[in-house]
């Protein structure tokens, strides 16, 4: 790719056009130098997409929470980007536990220390937690 | 680097062999299945020290405190410190970057009062990180765990050979893609993915099958440092290495990669558009498959003929 030809396609979402990357191209003289790129369509689409379906993923989450077929530990979860694996190893649990965790009944009966361990761990309060979606 | 040794970003690539391919369908990373246009995290650095006959001190902890006060030593030394993060961790990034990935290689080379002195390279500048944040984004969980692995160089060699060093980065990477008798790893993967993805519009759901494009542009240019998944980066670094060690016929195939890069550019560039459409259009997944087999068949013999460059 010549120098002239390093796409500048800056992409205004979720602060992408903040950050320049360094490029590799030839310039004139055939001879590779760096150059700084705001970005290309191709790239900003698709990092666009996989925000696209992570924010789908949310949304739907949140509707099952809000009809009780889930806990709110699922919508943080997702708000968070994780799964029920890395979930389990941040509060130190096993995947089985995070799994029962996230039935609506089980969530419940989940002791307060355990609680307070998810809170802070999405970073709200232990009643933000329970609470969520009861308004 | 530090130490004395002039090491640009396309050698220390080029020696490290870092260069690869690879698609690992049972492997899923959110669902999706995953694909890498280079070698495994702190594969590169590892292979550079041993090839430059530079001694690193590496070092893995069990708690955060232990962490960072072993790194405060380090840098009252002046030493820079190299060490493994998760990206999620690093508010100096753009939101639309963090998402949890945690091979993430970045150095802190001092601090200033609360603050340390980053220097990451994703980014053009320096910039500075919370104490909190560094010990969060050092013992991120999740694959791989960096449990606060650090690095940093503790004797370097008077002199270096260049060319010995060189000559080993290119026959291991030749080696790599070439010699892999599994589907998944080197040159033959690039087929591999190529038949996936002319099956994908009948195997897939419409969105899946967008989701799964997607995710390989990522890897190939938003991952893929200097663009055409470090196709482009390891094209400079043939160029260095030929004017190193006035080799003209490393910059001829400097310039054939570069072209190569340029196919890889054309296929990220139509499997965007076909992501963007999200038609199970049997046509068009079967000329992106057309367009990534060229590639492959390109990268193979271009990698053959640099196996066979006399020394």
């Given at each position: 790719?010549?120098?002239?030809?390093?796409?500048?396609d800056s992409?205004?979402?979720?602060?992408r056009?903040q950050?320049?990357?360094l490029?590799?191209?030839?310039?004139q003289?055939?001879h590779y130098?760096?150059?700084?790129?705001?970005?290309?369509?191709?790239?900003?689409e698709a990092?666009?997409?996989?925000?696209?379906?992570?924010?789908?993923?949310?949304?739907q989450?949140k509707?099952?929470?809000?009809?009780g077929t889930?806990s709110p530990i699922?919508y943080f979860m997702?708000?968070k980007?994780m799964?029920v694996g890395?979930?389990a190893?941040?509060v130190?649990?096993w995947?089985?536990q995070?799994?029962r965790?996230?039935k609506?009944?089980v969530?419940?009966?989940?002791n307060?220390?355990?609680?307070k361990?998810y809170?802070d761990?999405f970073?709200?309060s232990v009643?933000d937690?329970?609470n969520f979606?009861?308004? | 680097?530090?130490e004395?040794?002039h090491?640009?970003e396309?050698?220390?690539?080029?020696?490290?062999a870092?260069?690869?391919f690879a698609?690992?369908p049972?492997?899923?990373?959110s669902?999706?299945?995953?694909?890498t246009?280079?070698?495994w995290?702190g594969a590169i650095?590892?292979?550079?020290?041993?090839?430059l006959k530079i001694?690193?001190?590496?070092?893995?902890?069990?708690?955060?405190?232990?962490a960072?006060?072993?790194?405060?030593?380090?840098?009252q030394?002046?030493?820079p410190?190299g060490?493994l993060?998760?990206v999620?961790f690093?508010?100096?990034?753009?939101e639309?970057?963090?998402?949890h990935?945690n091979?993430?290689?970045?150095?802190?080379y001092g601090?200033?009062?609360n603050?340390?002195?980053?220097s990451?390279?994703?980014?053009?500048n320096?910039t500075?990180i919370?104490?909190?944040?560094?010990?969060?984004a050092?013992f991120?969980?999740?694959?791989?765990e960096?449990?606060?692995?650090?690095?940093?160089?503790?004797?370097t060699?008077?002199k270096?050979?260049?060319?010995?060093?060189i000559?080993?980065?290119?026959?291991q990477?030749c080696?790599?893609?070439?010699?892999?008798?599994?589907?998944?790893?080197g040159?033959r993967?690039?087929?591999?993915?190529a038949?996936?993805?002319k099956?994908?519009?009948?195997?897939?759901?419409?969105?899946?099958?967008?989701?799964?494009?997607?995710n390989?542009i990522r890897?190939?240019?938003?991952?893929?440092?200097?663009?055409?998944?470090f196709r482009?980066l390891y094209a400079?670094f043939l160029?260095?290495a030929g004017?190193?060690l006035h080799?003209d016929?490393l910059i001829v195939?400097?310039?054939e990669l570069t072209?190569?890069?340029?196919?890889w550019?054309?296929?990220?560039?139509?499997a965007a558009?076909?992501?963007?459409a999200r038609?199970s259009?049997?046509?068009?997944f079967d000329?992106l498959s057309?367009?990534?087999?060229?590639?492959g068949?390109?990268e193979?013999d271009?990698?053959?003929?640099?196996?066979?460059?006399?020394w």
């Amino acid at each position: 790719m010549d120098i002239n030809e390093v796409p500048q396609d800056s992409l205004h979402y979720k602060g992408r056009d903040q950050l320049k990357k360094l490029m590799y191209a030839v310039d004139q003289k055939g001879h590779y130098t760096g150059i700084s790129s705001v970005g290309w369509e191709a790239e900003n689409e698709a990092t666009k997409q996989a925000w696209d379906a992570v924010e789908e993923e949310l949304q739907q989450t949140k509707a099952f929470v809000l009809n009780g077929t889930l806990s709110p530990i699922a919508y943080f979860m997702r708000l968070k980007l994780m799964d029920v694996g890395l979930l389990a190893s941040y509060v130190g649990k096993w995947k089985w536990q995070v799994k029962r965790h996230l039935k609506p009944k089980v969530f419940k009966r989940i002791n307060s220390k355990t609680l307070k361990r998810y809170a802070d761990l999405f970073g709200i309060s232990v009643s933000d937690l329970i609470n969520f979606g009861k308004t | 680097m530090h130490e004395g040794i002039h090491l640009s970003e396309p050698l220390a690539f080029g020696i490290g062999a870092g260069i690869f391919f690879a698609h690992l369908p049972f492997i899923k990373v959110s669902g999706v299945p995953g694909t890498t246009f280079r070698t495994w995290p702190g594969a590169i650095f590892k292979r550079v020290a041993q090839r430059l006959k530079i001694s690193v001190h590496t070092e893995k902890f069990r708690s955060p405190e232990k962490a960072m006060l072993a790194l405060d030593k380090v840098l009252q030394t002046g030493k820079p410190v190299g060490m493994l993060s998760s990206v999620y961790f690093l508010p100096y990034l753009p939101e639309a970057f963090r998402f949890h990935f945690n091979a993430h290689n970045l150095i802190i080379y001092g601090k200033e009062g609360n603050q340390y002195l980053v220097s990451d390279p994703v980014l053009e500048n320096q910039t500075n990180i919370a104490p909190e944040d560094l010990a969060k984004a050092r013992f991120a969980k999740g694959m791989p765990e960096p449990r606060g692995f650090m690095y940093y160089i503790t004797n370097t060699p008077p002199k270096i050979d260049f060319q010995k060093a060189i000559q080993e980065g290119i026959k291991q990477t030749c080696f790599f893609m070439l010699s892999p008798p599994l589907p998944w790893f080197g040159n033959r993967a690039i087929g591999f993915l190529a038949e996936k993805i002319k099956s994908y519009p009948s195997k897939l759901p419409p969105r899946k099958a967008s989701l799964y494009l997607g995710n390989i542009i990522r890897m190939q240019e938003e991952i893929g440092t200097g663009g055409a998944g470090f196709r482009y980066l390891y094209a400079a670094f043939l160029q260095e290495a030929g004017e190193k060690l006035h080799r003209d016929d490393l910059i001829v195939m400097s310039h054939e990669l570069t072209a190569i890069g340029d196919d890889w550019r054309n296929f990220a560039y139509h499997a965007a558009r076909q992501m963007k459409a999200r038609q199970s259009d049997l046509v068009s997944f079967d000329e992106l498959s057309a367009l990534l087999k060229h590639c492959g068949i390109k990268e193979k013999d271009f990698f053959q003929r640099l196996q066979k460059v006399k020394w």
